[in-house]
């Protein structure tokens, strides 16, 4: 039998909510009052932008205090110290876990164009059944889809600070993210000095690997935790990032239990290695 919200708050110090955005966006907040600490993996709390939420997510009519984003790398203070932990999109999770060190680092040429051509397993599109996501529909195919209309493109935005474009594709695979970042970088910035900004943001975190010019696959990660990130540039300043993640771990529940060991001062490799 499920609990109910009045148990759920007068029993638990931390919860996560896997539900609909609009379960998550009613529940959330009264939890959160009532001294809760939640980590949603809905979508229901991820972009701080009041019009960009009434568009995507209009059933969030209150933002909570205390919330972060969730992206623990990238966030792992505002994590440390949140009520609300909104664990962030798959699509996101593995396009700014690459792109952010490059934009925090002051990388990118200014007003240049940011290109993230993504692909993802089946299981990306959730779990009601359709006739897209049949295994006679995706079986030797591949597809683009939410072209200019998927949510995760203001979510990659939010996080980028610029517009990217941003087109998804199913592949006809169980599981799995496989990011192509196509960025342009500041002349004189070589491979060598690229892979020194991803190197010095990622120093010590267990859950990302840096792999250089030998690009990952998403086999590499499969039922793992990881998130593996390779990158290439050339002379004229055009530069590629490769960025592989499972997206039923590190793009939903596992980067959920990475962020909860992260709350509550738990080692951050609790349980997921």
Same mark, same amino acid.
């Given at each position: 039998?499920?609990?109910?919200?009045?148990?759920?708050?007068?029993?638990?110090?931390?919860?996560?909510?896997?539900?609909?955005?609009?379960?998550?966006?009613?529940?959330?907040?009264?939890?959160?009052?009532?001294?809760?600490?939640?980590?949603?993996?809905?979508?229901?709390?991820?972009?701080?932008?009041?019009?960009?939420?009434?568009?995507?997510?209009?059933?969030?009519?209150?933002?909570?205090?205390?919330?972060?984003?969730?992206?623990?790398?990238?966030?792992?203070?505002?994590?440390?110290?949140?009520?609300?932990?909104?664990?962030?999109?798959?699509?996101?999770?593995?396009?700014?876990?690459?792109?952010?060190?490059? /934009?925090? =680092?002051?990388?990118?040429?200014?007003?240049?164009? *940011? $290109?993230?051509?993504?692909?993802? %397993?089946? +299981? &990306?599109?959730?779990?009601?059944?359709?006739?897209?996501?049949?295994?006679?529909?995706?079986?030797?195919?591949?597809?683009?889809?939410?072209?200019?209309?998927?949510?995760?493109?203001?979510?990659?935005?939010?996080?980028?600070?610029?517009?990217?474009?941003?087109?998804?594709?199913?592949?006809?695979?169980?599981?799995?993210?496989?990011?192509?970042?196509?960025?342009?970088?500041?002349?004189?910035?070589?491979?060598?000095?690229?892979?020194?900004?991803?190197?010095?943001?990622?120093?010590?975190?267990?859950?990302?690997?840096?792999?250089?010019?030998?690009?990952?696959?998403?086999?590499?990660?499969?039922?793992?935790?990881?998130?593996?990130?390779?990158?290439? /540039?050339? =002379?004229?300043?055009?530069?590629?990032?490769?960025? *592989? $993640?499972?997206?039923?771990?590190? %793009?939903? +529940? &596992?980067?959920?239990?990475?962020?909860?060991?992260?709350?509550?001062?738990?080692?951050?490799?609790?349980?997921?290695?």
């Amino acid at each position: 039998m499920p609990l109910s919200p009045e148990t759920l708050m007068n029993e638990a110090d931390l919860v996560f909510l896997a539900l609909p955005d609009s379960a998550a966006a009613e529940l959330a907040p009264a939890l959160v009052d009532a001294g809760v600490r939640v980590i949603d993996l809905s979508g229901a709390f991820r972009l701080r932008d009041e019009a960009a939420r009434a568009k995507w997510y209009p059933e969030t009519h209150r933002m909570p205090a205390g919330v972060a984003y969730g992206l623990t790398e990238r966030e792992r203070g505002s994590v440390a110290r949140a009520q609300l932990v909104a664990n962030p999109g798959c699509y996101p999770t593995a396009t700014l876990l690459a792109l952010s060190p490059l /934009v925090e =680092a002051g990388l990118l040429l200014p007003h240049s164009d *940011v $290109i993230v051509d993504a692909k993802s %397993g089946v +299981s &990306g599109a959730g779990k009601t059944p359709s006739e897209r996501t049949h295994f006679s529909e995706v079986h030797g195919s591949m597809a683009a889809y939410g072209v200019f209309n998927h949510r995760h493109g203001a979510e990659i935005e939010q996080g980028a600070g610029r517009t990217v474009t941003f087109t998804p594709h199913l592949l006809p695979i169980d599981r799995g993210i496989l990011a192509t970042i196509y960025v342009r970088v500041k002349p004189g910035t070589t491979e060598e000095a690229l892979g020194d900004v991803l190197e010095q943001a990622y120093t010590g975190a267990t859950f990302v690997r840096l792999v250089g010019a030998s690009l990952p696959e998403i086999k590499h990660v499969a039922h793992t935790n990881f998130c593996d990130i390779g990158w290439r /540039v050339d =002379a004229s300043g055009r530069a590629i990032l490769v960025s *592989v $993640i499972d997206n039923l771990l590190k %793009g939903a +529940s &596992g980067q959920a239990v990475q962020n909860m060991n992260v709350m509550l001062g738990l080692d951050e490799r609790t349980a997921l290695l």
